[in-house]
């Protein structure tokens, strides 16, 4: 369990190396923060006999709420106008490979000649899918790819598996 935390630790530095956040992304980032709810909460705790309570009280939920309705109703207007770095399309196509790669290669072992066919019974799909889905999951763990494209990889894997399901038969 430690090796995993250590591993993922060690992930997430490197991607936050390589993909750091410029000054669109951050202004983006504080401009969806959390908009008052802090000031709400530490206005409520306030003693009963807090002179003013009332209105620091009042007061704090017109400004979370001033700024609810003010940087959440222009937020979809800045990402709009910043319009944050997007990534590569020939990185992503090369990431899709190598996860295609992954894939191939965690389920070669539950495959035997004749079933690298057309034939192939549920029972091994099914396994072949599971087989799948694990190694893009340790992948995910180890942050060895993109999460949004290891994402769209399950996924598949889950409508494929629900598309075995619903066939029925020992043969699908």
């Known amino acids: ?11 997430d530095i490197e991607y936050y190396l ?4 410029g000054w669109k992304e951050g202004t983006i980032l504080v401009w969806a923060g959390m908009r008052g709810a802090i000031t709400v909460a530490a ?9 003013h309570r009332n209105l620091l009280v009042f007061i704090a939920f017109a400004v979370a709420t001033g700024s609810l309705l003010l ?3 222009s937020i979809g207007w800045l990402v709009k106008r910043l319009a944050p770095a997007t990534t590569n399309p020939a990185d992503e ?5 190598k996860i295609m790669t992954l894939m191939q290669e ?12 057309d034939f192939v019974d549920k029972e091994t799909r099914l396994a072949v899918l599971q087989a799948q889905r694990n190694a893009l999951l340790d992948a995910r763990d180890d942050g060895t ?13 889950d409508a ?11 043969n699908g």
């Open 93 to 97: 196509t090369a990431e899709r490979t």
């Open 18 to 21: 390589q993909a750091p956040l």
């Open 71 to 73: 940087q959440g109703g």
């Open 1 to 11: 369990m430690m090796r995993t935390r250590l591993v993922r630790a060690l992930a």
């Open 160 to 170: 494929d598996q629900i598309s075995i399901d619903l066939r029925g038969g020992p």
């Open 43 to 51: 206005a409520q705790t306030l003693p009963e006999d807090a002179p």
């Open 106 to 117: 965690a389920s070669a072992p539950l495959m035997t000649d004749y079933q690298r066919g």
């Open 145 to 157: 790819f993109d999460a949004e494209i290891l994402q769209s990889s399950l996924v598949v894997l």
